[in-house]
């Protein structure tokens, strides 16, 4: 690896494999590299959007994946007392499935996969270390077995997720990043499942919910998040705490009867700080999660690094036909990052703190119940889908939400 690439792309989930495959299909030299060996798992919900769905089908893999995964056909949202709302998930034009669920070692290896038949090189077991700028790009320092590795670049993509170290070290995360703290674990012979989503309030800290995401027809991915406060610096519990507490849920524990747990409960933090988040760095941009992009109302983070990937490849191509990556393309990458997500993002970070209280949320499931419309407007805010954050602000939303109760 000591010749010159045109882009080394650092992280195989799904941000940077979709990087790779986006950068490869037109024709760029691109490696790929990751500090795992795959496939590996990756601590999540599973939940693939109609937004990630719609990617996934760009990039010629959805077939594959329904074939391997859960499609979901609804969601259903459950108040903190127990009121339930339930609507079918929004078909999108042209693309075969708008929801599924795919549990993470399938769904990420299927795209590492993808990336390499477009022409895209991988590497496992290459932990980085440090990006450095140099005369015609930058050198980036890794180790691989226990040795060191040190690879030449035009341009650098950072698809690291959550993990913050490398951020940290090239000094592009001045402060300790707005998080949300989940848990999950996988069960087998649950009885009675669809093949709907379940978003749930009951049994949870509030800001925060619980999941029931099937992944076949009787086993689950069943999980708990929630955000710790912003002035507290400690969470008021753990995640595996919060887990527990919703596992032991009136409802859950109904719900898992006779079903058992398949291997342990995992946790990870999810960087829901987009609007103060650094996208790039001296030839470097930051795709998905490693630019804070998780949906902070819904904790969504698929769909955005699906989505970012396909914006940084046209970046960096772009950069890569001017010569360099030059500060003025980096700005402009930064610009439109946040014209796609910026006002998505402040929407719902407001809907959630405005909205995740009990009192509301009762009413607001109990009201829905009976109205489509308002159905609607719950499941397109709950799936992070463009149409309503884009065109609704959070008021005008709310507001219509209580003036169709009355
Ligand atoms: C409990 C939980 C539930 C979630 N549920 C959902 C859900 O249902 N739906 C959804 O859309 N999102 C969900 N998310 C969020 C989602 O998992 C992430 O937002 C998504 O994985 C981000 O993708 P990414 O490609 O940016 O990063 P990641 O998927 O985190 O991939 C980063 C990769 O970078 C590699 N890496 C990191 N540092 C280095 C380094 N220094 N050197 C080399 N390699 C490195 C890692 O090994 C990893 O493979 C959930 C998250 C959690 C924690």
Redesign the pocket.
Known sequence: MGEWRDVVV???????SAAAHYLARRGVDVLL????EFP?E????????PR?AAVLHDMGVLDALLRVGRPISGAEIVSPDGYSTGAPVPSQRGVPASMLVVP?ITL?NVLRKRAIQSGAQFEGG????GVEAAAGGVVIK?EQAGRPLVIKARLAML?????I??LKRLGLLAKAPAVML???AYFDGIRGLTDRIQIRFDGVPLPGYGWI?PVSPSSANV?A?FFPPRWSRRAPASPRAVLDMFLRGRFVSAALDGAHQAGPAK????RVDFPDAPTFGGGMLL????AGL?NPLT?????Y?LESAQIAAEHAARGLAEGTLSLKRCEEYDRHLRARFGRLFTFCRRVRDASLNATLLNRLARIASGRDDLKMLLINVALGNREVSETLSVATALKKAFALAR
Do not use: M, N, Q
């Not at 946790?267 to 999810?270: D, F, I």
């Open positions: 650092v992280g195989a989930g799904p941000g940077g590299v990751d500090k795992a590996r990756k601590t999540c919900g599973d939940g693939l959007t990630a993470r990420d290459v932990l980085v270390s890794a698809a690291t997720g959550a993990s170290g490398l989940a848990a999950r995401f999980g998040g946790s990870y933090p999810l795709v998905g999660e490693a998780v904790g969504e983070g698929i769909d690094a």
